[in-house]
């Protein structure tokens, strides 16, 4: 069973920095891509970022990119969001996914695993 | 970026009734479209892939159909549990795109 714990959440002032982490489980973390989403207070999911097995391929939301960078560490099953000049619409909770494989005999299907999120307040 | 319309965005019903969700993709993806459901404070929950197959452990009473663009999330019979926020997503393009979610809301 895929396990998703995310960590590192708080309040942070205006223009300051946090980084959050998730650690996996449950399956082969190298072979799959990662991502993050958020959920600001009353709002949907907004997807944040996400990041190939290898690394080699990165991607970002309008909202966020040039302020937040994604990483992983495959040694450790562990993916990081590092977040910088962070404003008050950076308030959500923040969710770690894992995109897993469903195959099908007319294809193969991704899908999410998901934590169950961490509170990142950002006010002064 | 393929952008994913969902509607309603919000949906009152009673325990028992039958209940439709739609989504549609600005451009084709296939099969390529998956139904979370969503509880406060809980991580999502798959409950349908490739637009039409139910995950494992899902109630029969979900059902998905769809292809190209145009998909949607039937619950037979809303049970009290169901009550909940409900996402398409595309997953035939990165980045995995989410529509804005369905607050399915006790009557």
């Known amino acids: 069973e895929v396990q998703v714990v995310e960590s590192g959440g708080g309040v942070v002032k205006p223009g300051g920095s946090l980084t959050i982490s998730c650690v996996a489980s449950?399956?082969?973390?190298?072979?799959?891509?990662m991502n993050w989403v958020r959920q600001a207070p009353g709002k949907g999911l907004e997807w944040v970022s996400s990041?190939?097995?290898?690394?080699?391929?990165?991607y970002y939301g309008d909202s966020v990119r040039g302020r937040f960078t994604i990483s992983r560490d495959n040694a450790k099953n562990s993916l990081y969001l590092q977040m910088k000049s962070l404003r008050p619409e950076d308030t959500a909770v923040y969710y770690c996914?894992?995109?897993?494989?469903?195959?099908?005999?007319?294809?193969?299907?991704?899908?999410?695993?998901w934590g169950q999120g961490t509170l990142v307040t950002v006010s002064s | 970026d393929i952008q994913m319309t969902q509607s309603p965005s919000s949906l009152s019903a009673s325990v028992g009734d039958r209940v439709t969700i739609t989504c549609r993709a600005s451009?084709?993806?296939?099969?390529?479209l998956n139904w979370y459901q969503h509880k406060p404070g809980k991580a999502p929950q798959l409950l349908v892939y490739?637009?039409?197959t139910l995950q494992s452990g899902v109630p029969s009473r979900f059902s998905g159909s769809g292809s190209g663009t145009d998909f949607t999330l039937t619950i037979s019979s809303l049970h009290p549990e169901d009550f909940a926020d409900y996402y398409c997503?595309?997953?035939?393009?990165?980045?995995?795109?989410f529509g804005q979610g369905t607050k399915l809301e006790i009557k």
């Open positions: 996914a894992t995109v897993g494989t469903k195959e099908e005999s007319h294809g193969d299907y991704d899908f999410w695993d």
């Open positions: 449950g399956f082969t973390f190298n072979k799959g891509g």
């Open positions: 990041i190939s097995s290898d690394s080699n391929f990165i």
């Open positions: 451009q084709g993806i296939r099969r390529y």
């Open positions: 490739a637009a039409s």
């Open positions: 997503q595309q997953t035939y393009s990165i980045p995995h795109i």
